[in-house]
């Protein structure tokens, strides 16, 4: 089993920086492919960006160029920074954990093949 707790989230303006932490229960580095996804009121929950065992990432178009993934394999953490951040980006954050293989496979953006999540993290972006 894999616990993961996510933190940072919280309230900022239009133009903002938040920076979103997820640790681990057990070590990651080697076994699993490491996400990040959100969910905002009436909508359903979308991929936001993942990052392979190796630290390779991949990110949703609505967030390229403005989010960073990244993981901290000593520390069994890994971290979105978000910055220009849109009121469109208000949405509960989620950390999730899948098989190493889904980083790599055509379908990383399927929360489906996400194993273990999160409690969730609350971003709230005001214009």
């Known amino acids: 089993q894999v616990q993961l707790v996510e933190s940072g989230g919280g309230s900022v303006q239009t133009g903002g920086s938040l920076r979103l932490s997820c640790a681990a229960s057990?070590?990651?580095?080697?076994?699993?492919?490491m996400g990040w996804f959100r969910q905002a009121p009436g909508k359903e929950r979308e991929a936001v960006a993942i990052?392979?065992?190796?630290?390779?990432?991949k990110y949703a178009d609505s967030v390229k160029g403005r989010f960073s993934i990244s993981r901290d394999n000593a520390k069994h953490t890994s971290f979105l920074q978000m910055n220009s951040l849109k009121p469109e980006d208000t949405a509960m954050y989620y950390c999730?954990?899948?098989?190493?293989?889904?980083?790599?496979?055509?379908?990383?953006?399927?929360?489906?093949?996400?194993?273990?999540w999160g409690q969730g993290t609350q971003v709230t972006v005001s214009s």
């Open positions: 990052i392979s065992t190796d630290s390779k990432p």
């Open positions: 057990v070590p990651t580095n080697r076994v699993y492919c």
């Open positions: 999730a954990a899948a098989s190493a293989y889904v980083c790599y496979s055509g379908s990383w953006y399927d929360a489906s093949r996400f194993d273990y």
